[in-house]
Antibody, heavy 116, light 111 residues
Framework: QVQLVQSGAEVKTPGASLKASCKAS????????IYWVRQAPGQRPEWMGR????????KYSQKFQGRVTITRDTSANTVYMELSSLKFEDTAIYYC?????????WGQGTLVTVSS | EIVLTQTPLSSPVTLGQPASISCRSS???????????LSWLQQRPGQPPRLLIY???NRFSGVPDRFSGSGAGTDFTLEISRVEPEDVGVYYC????????FGPGTRVDIK
């Protein structure tokens, strides 16, 4: 069965960087792109970016351009999302989701708390 | 940029009764290939989102048939024919063509 397993919760200080991972299993990794979506407390989900897992091409939301980098390791069936210069308002749950004409399977989420 | 609005934002329902959620788009969601890429997600408390409906009216794998989607152009509806306790949560409409866009969500709870 399709599974996306994400890395564990993190607490970061303002200005630090975050690197979250998303390990895929149960399907051919390079057949589907992966989205990263975040959800602040009580808010709707928000698209951050997407990676073509076959060729590594990325597309980022303008809101995060310059601060977010999405990469993949095809040997490990894993996608990474790095977010730099963290601010208090980056406190959120970060999700990866497989793209099959839209997000179909979602990871369990990585809770990131930015606190001094 | 497409903006999705949902009504109502909160829907208290009686178990076994129907529920209906509307999603309206600021512009037509018909894509250049003729398809309409409007999906519905369910998010139970403390859980990640779960895909329910894709391309307006297609139920995703494992989704009970009490969930149905309809609509066209700019107006779409998610219906639950008989609300069960496990249906409590927030429902989002979502447009998948770049950029991925989400509605504000409708909270469904039991009266």
């Amino acid at each position: 069965q399709v599974q996306l397993v994400q890395s564990g919760a993190e607490v970061k200080t303002p200005g630090a960087s975050l690197k979250a991972s998303c390990k895929a299993s149960g399907y051919s990794f390079t057949t589907y792109a992966i989205y990263w979506v975040r959800q602040a407390p009580g808010q709707r989900p928000e698209w951050m970016g997407r990676i073509n897992t076959a060729n590594g091409d990325t597309k980022y939301s303008q809101k995060f351009q310059g601060r977010v980098t999405i990469t993949r390791d095809t040997s490990a069936n894993t996608v990474y999302m790095e977010l730099s210069s963290l601010k208090f308002e980056d406190t959120a749950i970060y999700y990866c989701a497989r793209d099959d004409w839209g997000p179909d399977y979602w990871g369990q989420g990585t809770l990131v708390t930015v606190s001094s | 940029e497409i903006v999705l609005t949902q009504t109502p934002l909160s829907s208290p329902v009686t178990l076994g009764q129907p529920a209906s959620i509307s999603c309206r788009s600021s512009q037509s969601l018909v894509y250049s290939d003729g398809n309409t890429y409007l999906s519905w997600l369910q998010q139970r408390p403390g859980q990640p989102p779960r895909l329910l409906i894709y391309q307006v009216s297609n139920r995703f794998s494992g989704v009970p048939d009490r969930f149905s989607g309809s609509g066209a152009g700019t107006d779409f509806t998610l219906e639950i024919s008989r609300v069960e306790p496990e249906d409590v949560g927030v429902y989002y409409c979502m447009y998948i063509i770049h950029p991925l866009t989400f509605g504000p969500g409708t909270r469904v709870d039991i009266k």
